[in-house]
């Protein structure tokens, strides 16, 4: 059980650019999950997956915003024409299919966009 | 509408002090999850405790112990003799269910403790 992992750690972009990132959860998790935590916040919820289906989006999420988790293993979030309110870490996390199942999360992916 | 309120957004204490985070929730369901991760320095949110809505024992756990009251919506985190390494960002969470009837976890803005040798 190598954990959560998330790829890159840290990206620097100009404005207008557009990124993504990659989250690869717990093998035998069927449930993954992206949340983007800004300074001083606790983690805002953002999209999740059961498998491969999306089954929830928030209204943060923008349409600059889209993710996919192709096959029900590992996910990209890309955001296209980033903005200076993108800047944040975006924290990919993985659970088993059962509610009181705990998230368990990857490092994060820090993003700066200039 | 479903919430996590962590008032409290920075404690500091002297080392061996008890400690005490607050966490107060608002949720429709009779049956919801609570959750307290930490997340340290280093960043990456650990997972601490799960706590059911129809178990209101309270739990202990070495230095840690949790106090969950329905009647008061709050699920309480008490850190007793605190160490240098307890300093973090504890956050609470819930599993809640969403209006297309699947659940997501909403978290609290969390409380940063720095325990002070």
């Known amino acids: 059980d190598t954990g959560v992992s998330q790829d890159p750690r840290h990206k620097i972009t100009k404005r207008g650019q557009n990124v993504t990132f990659r989250c690869d959860p717990i093998s035998e998790h069927n449930r993954l999950y992206w949340y983007r935590q800004t300074l001083g916040q606790g983690p805002e919820f953002l999209t999740y997956?059961?498998?491969?289906?999306?089954?929830?989006k928030s209204r943060l999420l923008s349409d600059r915003f889209s993710a996919e988790r192709p096959k029900g293993s590992f996910s990209t979030l890309e955001i296209q024409r980033t903005e200076q309110g993108d800047s944040a870490m975006y924290l990919c996390?993985?659970?088993?299919?059962?509610?009181?199942?705990?998230?368990?999360f990857g490092p994060g992916t820090r993003l700066t966009v200039l | 509408a479903q919430k996590v309120t962590q008032a409290q957004t920075e404690i500091s204490v002297v080392e061996k002090e008890d400690v005490t985070l607050d966490c107060v929730y608002e949720?429709?369901?009779?049956?919801?999850?609570l959750f307290w991760y930490k997340q340290p320095p280093s960043g990456e949110l650990v997972f601490l405790i799960r706590r059911n809505s129809f178990d209101e024992q309270n739990e202990i756990s070495g230095r840690y112990s949790w106090n969950f009251q329905k009647s008061t919506s709050s699920f309480n985190f008490t850190i007793t003799a605190s160490q240098v390494v307890d300093s973090a960002v504890y956050f609470c969470?819930?599993?809640?269910?969403?209006?297309?009837?699947?659940?997501?976890?909403?978290f609290g803005t969390g409380t940063r403790l720095k325990v002070l040798a």
């Open positions: 997956f059961q498998n491969e289906a999306q089954l929830e």
């Open positions: 996390a993985s659970s088993l299919d059962s509610r009181e199942g705990h998230l368990f």
């Open positions: 969470a819930l599993s809640d269910f969403t209006t297309s009837g699947t659940y997501k976890y909403i």
């Open positions: 949720t429709r369901d009779t049956t919801y999850y």
